[in-house]
């Protein structure tokens, strides 16, 4: 068993306190027109600080792997992890899911572990493709496996709610490392199994 340390990834940011940040959430909506004596808006500075702390507050996790169990070359597939994570360039939410398949050496991940990765690396401000690859990268550092192959598709709200308006879109992003990246036959059994398996 290991103990999760994100050394690829950026430290969380230093606690602030947040009656500081409220205050300056006061001042966004006020200098936005809102007016903040209304009794409706009184508590809202401060619902908002908390909200946005903990959308970009990483979970932590104790990542729990074994020895392996799996045949040599079999590919270990965990599909449909949802999550949620934040726009770094307009701090408003994307959504959506991840299929994380890899190739176990000697190690292999408690299957609920492989969501806790997704979420322990979407839980901050991000960018899709910087995410996708910061997963596949954890994967790499803590199981050293023969290949890793992240799937990510999201709505990103600051495109489909606002600007242009493109509701319904979504964005695909892939990380290969190792095999799934190098072999033509173990990245095509991903991308099937991950796209089309029921
Ligand atoms: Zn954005």
Redesign the pocket.
Known sequence: MSVSTMTSLPAAPAPAPLDEAADLAARLLAALGFDLTSSELAATPGRMVRALKEMTTPPTFTATDFETTAEPGQLVLVRDIRFVSM??????P?TGIAHIGYVPRKRILGLSKVARVVHHCARRLQ?QERLTGQIADWMVEHLDPAGVAVLLSAE????TLRGVGATGSRTTTSSLRGVLLDDPAARAEFMSLAVSAP
């Open positions: 726009c770094e360039h307009h701090v408003l994307f960018v990103h709200t600051c495109m």
